[in-house]
């Protein structure tokens, strides 16, 4: 892997059975050249875990119906708390309007509803993901 | 084991034998030689219009969504050579339909999907339904409901990972006193009551039957359907049970209820489930045949004969977009499945029915423009009332929003019951058959379709070849999407016809007290429970869960109710099935 690939973790929760645009999502971020993590988790913490685990530039959490403002309440406040604030959160699926500005306040940075392309999404990753070429090894 | 009583098995002989060799193949030579000729004359026209177009009929292409190659038109002796499909409705290897009277005497049954909020909510969404005319078989209310998420996993509504989510995609029922929040005051022995659950099958019943126990009503007189989908883990994230273990938990199921509750529905072939996950209409025949007959073998393992439970399986298939290929699909289907129960030993027609609840595709649905949704519904239900299902629930057209507001759902029931009584297209079974497009559609679905079947059983059945199957759907999924990126594949609203006007319709808004009233409820019971009670009937059930996954079948299913009577929630129950047949034991 080249050191300046971006990592990216997408999870959807095990108890939800819309995962068909995420895993969609994770074959073509696969295809824009980025490493992809995807994870089925039960509780909120598992993606922090994961997310530091496997060092990951960007946590992407699909919700198709509801539950998805706990777990974003969870993700930053957890990645705050760790000081990793420049890891870029953001979520897709069936997020209702009225929960996208409480969200972005929160730190998720973009909310991809449903009709997003996933162009869109990869040229936002790019667009916004901490670099990692000037990393220190 | 079960006692195997044979005589209780009727047979119809003349219905459930194939093949019918006494049907001559269809057309005489010199009709086809004429029909091919005209066939040839017909090119020439064609090939004239083409011309016009700029197209070469050579090179020119058309297929079905699934892929299959279609020819502008069908002719007689596309469909010379088969005797199969002259056969009558009723009869092997009913392609034609179940039975001699389709819906002449009874139309399908309206099932939708009903269930959001606490017990109490989804009983007044059940009441409502009943009152606008949701009718089921012989007059009597089906009720089609579905638990949430939080039970799906087999947790209560006080696990960590539950907030947010309890109530929501369905009811947020937990125990026996939820099951008399939903049923008290209806009249057990007569309404069917599908219980939709994922890996809380068992938990699920178990509540049930100890309910009706308490209300002194027989479980040999209830009627409904649990849906052992434990083989979904193939093709979507969520899984509790590795393939084997949840192959384990539909047997015992079959078992019991074989003996105890010879009207309830015990496996559901969830093909909707697979085209929902990308699958295409081949792909959601062949892999639904494949997921019954491999547990199908496994209750023929355990000591029971074919035609003591075939009879009980049934399918809940997708209606989707390529109108004439989800037709053609559930008549494939049918014939699919009718030769492998026969090969398998089964011998009563009504043990190689693919009795079929139509589900219409949700996934075709979109939140752009949603009112559209509601014709796209109507041809998917039109379609699966063409094909001849048994049962059908239509999505609502808010279906890509939110769950179904009471005039969304109100919609839905209202696309059925014009098809029903308006159109008269229930007036004669089949009424599709004879076509030559359909009957070749059909004939190639059937055939593509069992080369994947054949696939997948020469790999060791369904359960061995999750990642296989799983691999294909995604595949399937992601084409379909390329496709509709690219504009290849039209999608009003979305991709063409798109218009930045909103549609304002009303976002169905879940009761917020209900995650904190389910909370209190469930702790509430842990508190007053008989807890000397409740650990011997849980102590019970633990060494049952061991027995079961020994081999032993038989014991799980009563010492689970006795654990649900002793008000053991689902997230208990749940979690004795886990230790024992979940993914960290030792199995």
């Not at chain 1, 939800?16 to 073509?28: I, S």
């Not at chain 2, 179940?98 to 005497?105: D, G, M, R, S, T």
């Not at chain 2, 969404?125 to 009597?140: C, E, H, K, V």
């Not at chain 2, 399986?313 to 699909?329: V, Y």
């Amino acid at each position: 892997m080249a050191k300046d690939t971006i990592r990216v973790l997408l999870g959807k929760t095990t108890m939800e059975c819309h995962d068909r645009g995420v895993r969609y999502l994770a074959t073509k971020l696969r295809d824009a050249g980025m490493e992809v993590i995807f994870i089925n988790f039960l509780e909120a913490r598992e993606i922090v875990d994961t997310a530091i685990e496997e060092d990951v530039d960007v946590i992407g959490v699909s919700s198709s119906v509801e539950g998805h403002m706990p777990v974003a309440r969870e993700v930053t406040r957890r990645l705050a708390e760790l000081g990793k604030e420049d890891v870029l959160i953001i979520f897709g699926g069936v997020i209702p309007e009225r929960d996208i500005a409480p969200m972005k306040t929160m730190g998720v940075r973009e909310v991809f509803g449903p009709g997003s392309s996933a162009d869109s999404v990869i040229e936002f990753i790019r667009g916004n993901a901490r670099s990692r070429s000037f990393a220190l090894d | 084991m079960m006692g195997v009583d044979t005589t209780a098995v009727k047979s119809d002989a003349a219905a459930g034998e194939p093949p019918p060799e006494r049907i001559p193949r269809q057309f005489n030579p010199e009709f086809l030689e004429a029909t091919r000729e005209l066939e040839r004359q017909w090119q020439k026209s064609f090939a004239a219009i083409a011309a016009k177009f700029g197209v070469d009929p050579a090179n020119y292409r058309l297929a079905t969504d699934s892929g299959l190659p279609l020819k502008p038109t069908y002719f007689p002796h596309d469909v010379a050579g088969r005797s199969d499909d002259a056969a009558a409705p009723g009869t092997f290897p009913f392609t034609r339909g179940l039975y001699a009277a389709q819906y002449q005497f009874m139309p399908w049954a309206n099932q939708p999907v009903i269930g959001y909020g606490l017990p109490e909510d989804t009983r007044k969404r059940m009441d409502y339904l009943q009152s606008q005319g949701m009718t089921g078989y012989f007059g009597s209310t089906f009720y089609n409901l579905v638990y949430d998420l939080v039970s799906h996993e087999g947790l209560d509504p006080d696990h960590p990972a539950a907030e947010g989510r309890v109530g929501q995609c369905g009811m947020a029922v937990y125990s026996v006193q939820d099951q008399a929040r939903l049923f008290d005051g209806l009249p057990l022995d007569r309404i069917n009551v599908v219980h939709i659950s994922y890996y809380e099958v068992l938990p699920v019943l178990a509540h049930y039957l100890a309910y009706a126990r308490r209300r002194g009503v027989p479980w040999s007189r209830l009627g409904g359907n649990s849906m052992s989908w434990y083989y979904q883990s193939a093709y979507v994230g969520m899984t509790c049970f590795p393939p084997k273990s949840g192959m384990v938990l539909a047997v015992e199921l079959v078992n019991f209820c074989t003996s105890h509750m010879p009207r309830w529905n015990t496996v559901n072939i969830f093909g909707y489930g697979m085209e929902e996950a990308g699958a295409t209409a081949v792909q959601e025949a062949a892999y639904s045949v494949a997921a019954g007959i491999d547990y199908a073998r496994a209750c023929v393992v355990s000591g029971l004969h074919p035609d003591q439970f075939l009879s009980r399986f049934g399918f809940q298939i997708s209606q989707a977009n390529d109108f004439f290929e989800e037709i053609c699909k559930v008549r494939a289907l049918r014939r699919l499945w009718a030769r492998k129960c026969h090969e398998l030993g089964a011998r009563d027609p009504k043990s190689m029915h693919v009795r079929i609840h139509s589900h219409t595709s949700g996934a075709v649905l979109t939140a752009q423009q949603p009112l559209n949704n509601l014709i796209r519904t109507t041809l998917h239900t039109l379609g699966a009332a063409l094909s001849g299902v048994q049962a059908m629930e239509v999505s609502s057209f808010d279906e890509a929003l939110a769950i179904p507001t009471e005039h969304a759902h109100t919609m839905a029931l209202r696309v059925q019951q014009i098809i029903q009584d308006e159109s008269g297209i229930a007036r004669v079974a089949d009424p599709l058959g004879g076509s030559y497009y359909v009957e070749h559609l059909t004939s190639q679905i059937e055939q593509e379709a069992q080369k994947l079947l054949d696939e997948v059983e020469a790999r060791g059945g369904f359960h061995r070849c999750h990642d296989f199957i799983r691999a294909r759907i995604e595949e399937s999924a992601a084409r379909w999407r390329d496709e509709v990126d690219a504009g290849r594949r039209i999608v009003v609203g979305v991709n063409k016809h798109v218009s930045s006007e909103m549609q304002d319709i009303e976002i169905f808004k879940l009761n917020p007290e209900a995650e904190r009233v389910a909370v209190e409820r469930v702790r509430a019971l842990r508190a007053s429970r008989d807890k000397e009670r409740w650990g011997r009937a849980m102590a019970d059930l633990d060494r049952a869960a061991q027995r079961l996954r020994d081999g032993e079948y038989g014991v799980l299913m009563p010492a689970m109710v006795e654990a649900a009577d002793a008000d053991a929630t689902t997230g208990e129950l749940m979690g004795v099935l886990k230790k024992h047949l979940g993914w960290s034991s030792p199995y």
